[in-house]
């Protein structure tokens, strides 16, 4: 899967956040992720949501959007960074 990405603001001290845009849904994305990530969706919101967490990352999107925001644990930066970018490139899209 192609996608763009670029570093955002976090207010959550020891993480760092990027923006990811995709060319799919955050609900066709999150029907691709594997069984070990965990999955919470809130479709009762007026643009639905969800929140996907595995390994320290954690992935939130809206529902119908293509823009993925993901936070990676400050201690492990550069290498799940590395494999989620590689997930994501590895993905159909």
């Known amino acids: 899967m192609k996608f763009e990405s ?3 603001e976090n207010c959550f001290a020891g993480s760092l956040t ?3 845009l995709i060319p799919v849904s955050g609900k066709a994305f999150a029907a691709l992720l594997p069984p070990e990530w965990k999955i ?3 479709e009762k919101l007026r643009r639905p949501v969800f929140v996907a967490e595995s390994g320290g990352v954690v ?3 809206a529902l119908g959007g293509s823009v993925l925001r993901v936070s990676y644990p400050e201690g492990s930066f550069e290498q799940t960074k590395s494999e989620f970018e590689a997930f994501l490139g590895g993905l159909p899209g």
Request: proline share 0%; aromatic share 16%.
């Open 40 to 42: 919470r969706r809130n």
């Open 6 to 8: 670029k570093k955002t």
């Open 18 to 20: 990027y923006e990811y």
């Open 59 to 61: 992935i939130k999107g």
